[in-house]
């Protein structure tokens, strides 16, 4: 087999790969505190899937959204002590409330160099 062909057979781990979503992700685990303000949470390479969970045990609601140009309408909403699963590949999430609002993210992660990530944009996420 020439050198050329061999090359052409790399097989390796990118966004469109699907053996890289197919394993079970690396964990991930964050936690903090917003006061009305944004936390960027950047991942150190591609998400497979996020878990939010909103730990307030009030009345407090917080968003998550992939853009910070997001619309209001494209902002997801956790209510106080329930939490969302993200089935979805990012590099970067934002977590925003208008209260003091405590929350504990999870991420599966691929093998995939975050670099290798495109920006999200486009309907449902900025329009």
């Known amino acids: 087999m020439a050198l050329k062909e061999q090359v052409?057979?790399?097989?390796?781990?990118?966004?469109n790969n699907v053996?890289?979503?197919?394993?079970?992700?690396?964990?991930?685990?964050?936690?903090?505190?917003?006061?009305?303000?944004v936390d960027t949470i950047t991942f150190p390479t591609v998400t497979k899937e996020i878990v939010v969970l909103n730990r307030d045990d009030g009345s407090d609601d917080m968003y998550v959204y992939f853009h910070?140009?997001?619309?209001?309408?494209?902002?997801?909403?956790?209510?106080?002590?329930?939490?969302?699963?993200?089935?979805?590949?990012?590099?970067q999430v934002y977590l925003s409330s208008s209260a003091t609002v405590d929350y504990t993210l999870y991420a599966s992660l691929t093998q995939i160099p975050a670099a290798r990530m495109y920006a999200i944009?486009?309907?449902?996420?900025?329009?």
């Open 8 to 15: 052409a057979n790399v097989y390796g781990v990118g966004i």
């Open 19 to 37: 053996g890289s979503y197919q394993v079970s992700g690396r964990p991930y685990c964050a936690t903090g505190s917003l006061s009305a303000d």
């Open 68 to 91: 910070t140009d997001s619309t209001d309408a494209n902002k997801y909403l956790i209510s106080a002590g329930d939490q969302h699963t993200f089935p979805t590949k990012c590099k």
């Open 121 to 127: 944009t486009g309907s449902g996420v900025t329009e």
